[in-house]
């Protein structure tokens, strides 16, 4: 894979290392509309004007079949070291000769490429099990997966990525929380909503704040144990069991907020299901389960599942 070198010197930013303000954008797509990184400088200045210490792009928006040293991605690591602002993107990266990856992007302050996460869980298949991947909707399981889930030391706090599919995976949630990250960020290319019950359960379960941003749908917005605040003129009073603060209305937007860092590690240190944890008993998540032999007299939808159980890269 290419990586950035380290060119862009810059000095360090001055910030409050007990809070992170981070701005998340939601973003659509489509014929007509114009290309993300286009409409990305509007989003940088405004994470700007409330001091973001990171903001927040959807899955694959920044292009596809791209490397770092494309236009595209020298436009965008430009738009981090301006603004002074860490800066998260998807897109779909070119893998070598002829294949390609599921990418994240983690640029810092002065616009070089600190790091990549590679989607883990291919969201492939067509309705209304979206599996198996079948032709026509198997792209991202012949792309190259990623096959570990990292943290990235960013200079406010430790943060971690997933990236669609790999969020509907409790155990991706808690990995990626385990290995330390505090922040984890799940971006999303897709219509719909962020659903609030896998961010709100991955908050409290596993001792982090929760950032979801995705293209199309709406309900981009946090989750966080108690210690996120909204910045921006946000208004909106607090739900029982919703993302706070989150964008109500599909379309261009983003929210911002402010995390209490100290909070947020005070809880983290007192983590009961962290303390409480029987990891004797938890054998059988890292075991090739075979639930789906209980019911013989069940038909497979498409017959092609029969062959492609627990297969996600072809």
């Not at 001055?14 to 489509?30: C, F, H, M, S, Y």
């Not at 990626?176 to 359960?201: K, Q």
């Not at 919703?242 to 809880?267: F, M, T």
Request: hydrophobic share 40%; proline share 9%.
């Amino acid at each position: 894979m290419p990586s950035a070198d380290n060119i862009n010197k810059e000095p360090p930013v001055e910030k409050n290392p007990l809070a992170a303000r981070i701005t998340l954008v939601q973003l659509t797509a489509g014929a007509g509309i114009p290309p993300a990184i286009d409409r990305m400088p509007a989003f940088f200045a405004k994470a700007a004007a409330v001091e973001a210490d990171l903001v927040v792009f959807p899955e694959y928006v920044l292009g596809h079949n791209i490397s770092p040293g494309d236009d595209v991605a020298k436009r965008f690591f430009d738009l981090a070291r301006s603004h002074r602002i860490n800066a998260i993107t998807g897109c779909v990266e070119r893998h070598g000769k002829d294949q390609w990856c599921t990418s994240a992007w983690v640029v810092d302050r002065s616009g070089n490429l600190v790091g990549r996460y590679l989607k883990s869980h291919p969201a492939s298949g067509p309705a209304p099990h979206f599996w198996p991947p079948l032709p026509g909707n198997d792209s991202e399981a012949r792309g190259v997966l990623g096959s570990q889930f990292k943290v990235f030391h960013l200079d406010f706090a430790p943060i971690g990525i997933l990236q669609c599919y790999d969020g509907y995976f409790p155990e991706a949630w808690g990995c990626t929380s385990y290995m330390g990250a505090e922040i984890i960020l799940w971006i999303n290319g897709r219509d719909g909503i962020i659903e609030d019950p896998y961010c709100i359960t991955a908050a409290h379960c596993y001792g982090c704040v929760v950032g979801g941003v995705i293209t199309q749908g709406h309900n981009t917005g946090f989750a966080g144990p108690g210690c996120v605040a909204p910045l921006g003129g946000y208004s909106d009073p607090p739900e029982e069991m919703r993302l706070y603060p989150r964008l109500r209305q599909a379309g261009d937007s983003c929210v911002s907020a402010v995390i209490n860092l100290s909070e947020l590690r005070w809880k983290r240190k007192h983590l009961r299901t962290m303390h409480q944890r029987r990891p004797d008993m938890y054998g059988l998540l890292a075991q090739d389960v075979k639930m789906w032999q209980n019911y013989p007299e069940i038909p497979w939808d498409y017959p092609e599942c029969a062959g492609l159980v627990n297969k996600s890269q072809l």
